[in-house]
């Protein structure tokens, strides 16, 4: 059975820094196309980032230069480093697990893929 739990959310000021982590189990991350998906309320879900099975990354256009995403295989679990938040980076943090014979990219999901319970950040001005 696949399990993803996300944890790190929180409440922070518009500068500040969070890490999310997502914990999983039944998969091995590194070898699954892993993002990073949020939902604002009345808004759409958009891919923030997905890093691939070989490990190479992309971070959306919105957070570049401030998110990183990225994993590590001795802990089977995967991170987003979210530096300088805005107030617009609010929303429900999701992870997510594409299958490895699947196309991997930035937002792309199926009905094969792997979601976590969600994190919240909640970023202030």
């Known amino acids: 059975q696949v399990q993803l739990v996300e944890s790190g959310g929180g409440s922070v000021q518009a500068g500040g820094s969070l890490r999310l982590s997502c914990a999983a189990s039944g998969i091995t991350v590194s070898t699954y196309c892993m993002s990073w998906f949020r939902q604002a309320p009345g808004k759409a879900r958009e891919g923030v980032a997905v890093?691939?099975?070989?490990?190479?990354?992309r971070e959306a256009d919105s957070v570049k230069g401030r998110f990183t995403i990225s994993n590590d295989n001795t802990k089977n679990t995967l991170y987003l480093q979210m530096n300088s938040l805005l107030p617009e980076d609010t929303a429900m943090y999701y992870c997510a697990a594409g299958p490895p014979w699947s196309a991997c990219s930035l937002g792309m999901f199926s009905d094969r893929t792997y979601w976590g319970q969600g994190t919240q950040v909640t970023v202030s001005s």
């Open positions: 890093i691939r099975s070989g490990g190479s990354a």
